[in-house]
């Protein structure tokens, strides 16, 4: 599977940005779907998941981001509203099979990242 993200740019604080990650391949919809993020000076972290039908959020982004799917498209999108600077990091979409979607470790599959930088 390979991923490719895109849509990421330079937003003011409040505004808003949808991220996308295409991948390729005939299963997509079996694979459980994440984005994380890494931000200069920190471990990369966990944003959003979705599996199954299931979703689940950081509690960082909660009420503010959505993660959406379009098995069609083999796609998965990051919908990002209300940013504020700490959401400023480079963010990866991710693929797996495992159980384990909170964690780096549960994903087999990177997309190169898109930069998301939030001014104040």
């Known amino acids: 599977v390979q991923l490719q993200a895109c849509g990421g740019g330079l937003v003011q604080a409040g505004g808003s940005l949808r991220l996308s990650c295409a991948a390729s391949?005939?299963?997509?919809?079996?694979?459980?779907m994440g984005w994380f993020r890494k931000a200069p000076g920190k471990e990369r972290e966990f944003v959003a998941a979705?599996?199954?039908?299931?979703?689940i959020y950081a509690d960082s982004v909660k009420g503010r981001f959505t993660i959406s799917r379009d098995n069609a498209k083999n796609t998965v999108y990051l919908q990002m509203n209300s940013l504020k600077p700490d959401d400023t990091a480079l963010y990866h979409c991710?693929?797996?099979?495992?159980?384990?979607?909170?964690?780096?470790?549960?994903?087999?599959?990177w997309g190169q990242g898109t930069q998301v930088t939030v001014s104040s």
């Open positions: 991710a693929a797996g099979t495992s159980r384990s979607t909170l964690i780096e470790a549960g994903y087999d599959y």
């Open positions: 979705s599996w199954r039908g299931n979703r």
């Open positions: 391949g005939r299963t997509f919809s079996s694979y459980n």
